[in-house]
């Protein structure tokens, strides 16, 4: 599985942005997709996470509310919402997925993984 994230830009705070996360395969749908983000000198910190088929999902705190993650299986993509951004949520992007029917929050649960896009948010 390859994945391909775009959308990330540079934005005003309170601002929103939509990422997006394409995946190679034709089994997108048998995998469930995952959000994480990175700044430098901390650990890779889940952010959002969608069943294989869009039943459920599982946000991080302190994003509940402002982002949404949802998924077009047609389309082998899945898209991260984000409104009212804060600076605080400037960080690298990453998609990520791996097979099961849970929605883990642990980056070593993912199998395979994006290349990151740059979101920065000014204050």
């Known amino acids: 599985v390859q994945l391909q994230a775009s959308g990330g830009g540079l934005v005003q705070a309170g601002g929103s942005l939509r990422l997006s996360c394409a995946a190679s395969g034709r089994t997108f749908s048998s995998y469930r997709m995952a959000w994480f983000r990175q700044v430098p000198g901390k650990e890779r910190e889940f952010v959002a996470g969608?069943?294989?088929?869009?039943?459920?999902?599982r946000y991080l705190e302190s994003v509940k509310g402002r982002f949404t993650i949802s998924r077009d299986n047609a389309k082998n993509t899945v898209y991260l919402q984000m409104n009212s951004l804060k600076s605080e949520d400037t960080a690298v992007y990453y998609c990520a997925t791996g097979t099961g029917v849970l929605v883990p929050i642990t980056a070593d649960a993912y199998d395979y993984w994006g290349q990151g896009t740059q979101v920065t948010v000014s204050s």
């Open positions: 969608i069943s294989r088929i869009g039943g459920s999902s």
